[in-house]
């Protein structure tokens, strides 16, 4: 018996592995995305002419990633935030057409189950020592300016050094995370201390990565929120705060001028009775916009 040995080289390339994944992968999606993938991985190997030393060195710098991962640790996210992936795949689903409030990364710290709290109260429960104290307040709207009642409102944050719960083994679970339920006034507010910029983890080999590239670790400081209401596309997205020297040079390419707060001095004594606020704080008004689901 004959059979016929097919020539593969760089003249036929990728053509024959193209033909061969469109030929037999049935599920359309899967066909368009690996075709499409093996593209433009020829495409990239050719045009950079890479060595076989780089090739293995890729290989194994993906091997790292993987092992680096654990159940509370992903770094092939981590990769996704850093290369502007992540941003990218969630500009590309979550279009606002101008008038919700903007998504950003939803980023790796969002664990669920932190407490829920009434309105006014201090998501603080263990404060940081030089934590500046910060007033989170404005509204839930829908995109004709009406209050979205009965929306829940997520938010988590790092403290005023930097760090989330689950990362300092001296604050209490959930520190600096709550869930509010907006009434019919569409209004929330709470007590917090302003979020400090800080690095993402550098320890594994996306930290090796950066610093091979010659960038920093470092995100802007921000307040991270889910919120979501019956009838209306889920919000993922930040108050990032101003003036942050960060904020022109997210690590992660999660930025946006839209989703930045204006953290002011506030004086107004009746307010700070209201909320059992001792001492100087500040205070950020931003209103969110929903946009109904599609
Ligand atoms: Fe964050």
């Not at 404060?127 to 404005?138: D, L, N, Q, S």
């Not at 930097?162 to 990362?167: D, K, T």
């Not at 390419?253 to 001095?265: D, I, P, Q």
Request: negative net charge.
């Amino acid at each position: 018996m004959s059979v016929n040995v097919k020539d593969f080289g760089m003249d036929n390339m990728p053509m024959a592995v193209l033909e061969e994944y469109g030929a037999k992968t049935k599920d359309p999606r899967l066909k368009e995305i690996m075709l499409a993938l093996i593209t433009h991985l020829h495409e990239f190997v050719k045009e950079v002419q890479l060595t076989e030393e780089e090739w293995f060195k890729a290989i194994m710098f993906l091997t790292a990633v993987g092992q680096k991962c654990d159940d509370k640790r992903q770094e092939f996210i981590l990769l996704s935030d850093t290369l502007g992936v992540s941003a990218l795949v969630d500009s590309i689903n979550n279009m606002r057409e101008g008038i919700g409030t903007e998504n950003t990364v939803l980023g790796p710290f969002y664990e669920t189950g932190a407490p829920e709290y009434p309105m006014g109260v201090s998501i603080v429960q263990k404060a940081t020592e030089k934590g500046v104290t910060a007033v989170i307040c404005g509204k839930v709207l829908d995109k004709n300016g009406s209050p979205v009642s009965g929306a829940v409102l997520d938010v988590w944050q790092s403290s005023s050094e930097g760090l989330y719960h689950m990362q300092d083994p001296n604050m209490p679970e959930h520190n600096l995370c709550g869930r509010f339920t907006i009434g019919a006034d569409g209004e929330y507010i709470f007590v917090t201390e302003k979020p400090a910029a800080y690095p993402i983890p550098t320890d594994g080999p996306v930290g090796v990565m950066l610093n091979a590239c010659g960038r920093h670790p470092w995100r802007p400081g921000h307040l991270h929120f889910i919120i979501t209401a019956p009838g209306y596309d889920r919000l993922v997205t930040h108050i990032f705060t101003n003036e942050d020297k960060y904020l022109d040079s997210d690590a992660v390419f999660a930025t946006k001028s839209s989703l930045v707060g204006e953290y002011k001095a506030c004086n107004d004594e009746a307010l700070a009775k209201e909320l059992n606020i001792e001492g100087p704080f500040e205070k950020v008004e931003f209103d969110f916009v929903l946009m109904s689901a599609k």
